[in-house]
């Protein structure tokens, strides 16, 4: 089975702060994403990545940076953090194509106070 | 822009009942159309749709794309009260070539009663 692991399940940061969230599958797959998930708002695109050192911007990236130094692995980086980007933040990862779908991680809920 | 829209919102039925879950769709450059059940943690893929008019069965859930009208349903026949959950729908999109990426609805919270 395809493993998306999420290195922290409860996060709280400060305002102001710089929060690194990573991601690390496991299958060897090219393509990986970061969404965020409020209520009443769903599942919103943040950033993702299609090769080592490439990302493009999703549905709402401001306020946020992403890093792919190697192929399993897709950090996060909230620059500065504002208590408007306290939600709960899933990564996930998909072969080429996405012919076989996407998996998720487990996400990280993020509180900023 | 981009839109999936998925209803109700939110659903309370009782154990036994027969639910649809209904997902409809405007999106450029449609690949396919997926479904996720979400309890506490990770989606948890249900199924992939890319033709239409083809039904694909899991069990009490099933579920059919309909690309002409835009939309796609789930159902759940005989529900439990292990199927509360939220339900997500997501459509993939391509982008640059063969490569894709997920726009969700905001989910259907279904709730079963014993």
């Known amino acids: 089975d395809v493993k998306v692991t999420q290195s922290s399940r409860y996060l709280v940061k400060r305002t102001g702060e710089k929060v690194f969230l990573e991601c690390v599958q496991d299958?060897?797959?090219?393509?990986m994403f970061w969404y965020r998930q409020d209520p009443g708002l769903g599942l919103r695109l943040i950033y993702f990545?299609?090769?080592?050192?490439?990302?493009e911007k999703g549905d709402i990236p401001e306020g946020y940076s992403v890093s792919r130094e190697k192929k399993e692995r897709f950090s996060l980086i909230l620059e500065s953090a504002s208590t408007n980007q306290t939600s709960m933040y899933l990564c996930?990862?998909?072969?080429?194509?996405?012919?076989?779908?996407?998996?998720f991680g487990s996400g990280t809920r993020l509180t900023v106070v | 822009e981009d839109k999936v829209v998925q209803s109700p919102l939110s659903l309370v039925v009782h154990e036994g009942d027969t639910v649809t879950l209904n997902c409809s769709y405007e999106?450029?450059?449609?690949?396919?159309l997926l479904w996720y059940k979400q309890e506490k943690k990770a989606p948890t893929f249900l199924f992939m749709l890319?033709?239409?008019?083809i039904e694909k069965k899991s069990g009490r859930l099933s579920s059919i794309l309909d690309k002409k009208e835009l939309f796609s349903i789930l159902n759940i026949t005989a529900t439990q009260t292990g199927d509360s959950a939220v339900y997500l729908c997501?459509?993939?999109?391509?982008?640059?070539?063969?490569?894709?990426?997920?726009?969700f609805g905001k989910g259907t919270k279904l709730s079963v009663k014993p």
């Open positions: 990545s299609y090769d080592v050192k490439m990302k």
């Open positions: 999106v450029t450059n449609f690949r396919s």
């Open positions: 890319t033709s239409s008019g």
């Open positions: 299958m060897d797959h090219e393509n």
């Open positions: 996930a990862s998909s072969s080429l194509a996405g012919y076989y779908g996407y998996t």
């Open positions: 997501a459509v993939d999109r391509y982008y640059g070539g063969s490569q894709g990426n997920l726009i």
